[in-house]
C-alpha cells in the first residue's frame, strides 16, 4: 500500500499529494510518470511524476479531477489513506537527463508550462538548476487563481514570469507571447520544453520553430494504461507512428503531428461524460 502523506488542494480544481513510495522515489528522475490505482478494481491512472524526495522516500503527483477515477482521488482520499498500487517510474526521462556536463555547459531552456503542466516542470527545472544550467520559466492560466508552484519555482530558475489570459497578474497573454517578448528584449536560449494543454504545445513549438529554438513537448495527456498494450496514445512524429507512454513522454514538438494528437486525446470524452453521470 502506498500512504498519502500530505494532501493540498492547490487551487479550487488542482490537488497535490505526497505519496510514500521509497523504492520509486530512488530511481525517478524528471520527466517520468507513475500508474497509480485506488483500489483492486480501480483504474490505471497515468499521472506524470511532480517532485520525488530519494531521503525522504516520497514522489509528488498533482491531479485535476477530469473523469470518475481521478475525481475519487481527490474528493475520497486523505492524508493516511492509501492506494493500492503506484508502478514506475515509467517512460523515458528528459532528454538532459543523459547529457554530459560538456554538452549541458552553454545552455539555457525555457519552459512554457500550462496550468497543470506546470507540476512536472518543476523537477525539470529543479534538476537542471542542481547542475548549473540557467533555467527560465513561463507560466500560464487563465486568471491568477489558477496558477500553481509560483513559489516552488523561484528557489530553481533564474527567471520565471507569469501570465495570465485576463491580467489580472504579471503578463498579459499567453506564454508563447510571452516567449516572444522575452526574446525580443534580448534573451537568448538554446533549448526549450512546453508541458501543458495540447493546443497550446502546438503554438509554442510553432513559435520555438520561428525563433530557432529546439522544443520538446510532453504528450502524457495521451497516455491510458502506460504500457503501450492498448494503443490509446498513438502519435505521428516526423511521420512515424509512436507510442507516448513507451517512447516519451517527450517529444521533438517541430515533429509531432498536434491536430492528429488532438482528435485523439478527444477521443473518450463520451466515456468520461457517462462515467461523471453527464
Sequence with gaps: MFRILEKTMLNPTI???VVEAPRIAGSALPGQFLIVRTDEKGERIPLTISDFDRSAGTVTIVIQPIGASTRSMVDDFSEGDSFADVVGPLGNPSDFVDMSAEELAGKH???IAGGLGTAPVYPQAK????HGVPVDVIIGARTKDLLIYE???RSVCD???MCTDDGSYGFKGVGTARLEALVAEGKKYTNAVAIGPMIMMKFAALAC???DIPIMVSMNTLMVDGTGMCGACRLSVGGVTRFACVDGPEFDGYL???DEAMRRSAQYKAEEGLANGK
Excluded: N, T
Design 256 to 258: 509531432v503531428d498536434f
Design 127 to 130: 534538476w537542471l538548476h542542481a
Design 151 to 153: 513559489d516552488e519555482f
Design 109 to 111: 531552456y525555457v519552459f
Design 159 to 161: 527567471g520565471l514570469y
Design 209 to 211: 520553430r520561428k525563433l
Design 15 to 17: 490537488c497535490k499529494m
